[in-house]
């Protein structure tokens, strides 16, 4: 079964950056759209962003573009989430999600998630 861990988070201050990892065991995250999907307290989960298994195109939420870099590193079998200019508003748990799709979305159903790692950022 696909397993899928998460790595990275840690306590940040604002303005700073932090890179999220996110690994498979026992399969490639080749035959899959990944994508990184976060939870704050009181909040529902939202998508971050996504890169699709066709052609690598990625996608970004609206508070992600400009700050946050999805990428997959193929020989590691990871996929990454850089984040800078880190917000207070970022703090939250940081999902790592498979998808079936062969382009990504971030309104589609993920059919496995990792663990959930945590972000805080704070001063």
């Known amino acids: 079964q696909l397993q899928l861990v998460e790595s990275g988070g840690a306590l940040v201050q604002p303005g700073g950056s932090l890179r999220l990892s996110c690994t498979a065991s026992?399969?490639?995250?080749?035959?899959?759209?990944m994508g990184w999907f976060r939870q704050a307290p009181g909040k529902e989960r939202e998508g971050v962003s996504c890169?699709?298994?066709?052609?690598?195109?990625?996608y970004y939420s609206d508070s992600a573009k400009g700050r946050f870099t999805i990428s997959r590193d193929k020989v590691k079998n990871t996929v990454y989430l850089q984040m800078n200019s880190l917000k207070a508003e970022d703090t939250a748990v940081y999902y790592c999600?498979?998808?079936?799709?062969?382009?990504?979305?971030?309104?589609?159903?993920?059919?496995?998630w990792g663990q959930g790692t945590q972000v805080t950022v704070s001063s």
């Open positions: 999600a498979a998808m079936t799709n062969d382009y990504c979305s971030l309104e589609a159903s993920p059919t496995r």
């Open positions: 026992r399969f490639s995250l080749d035959y899959y759209s």
């Open positions: 890169i699709s298994r066709r052609d690598d195109r990625t």
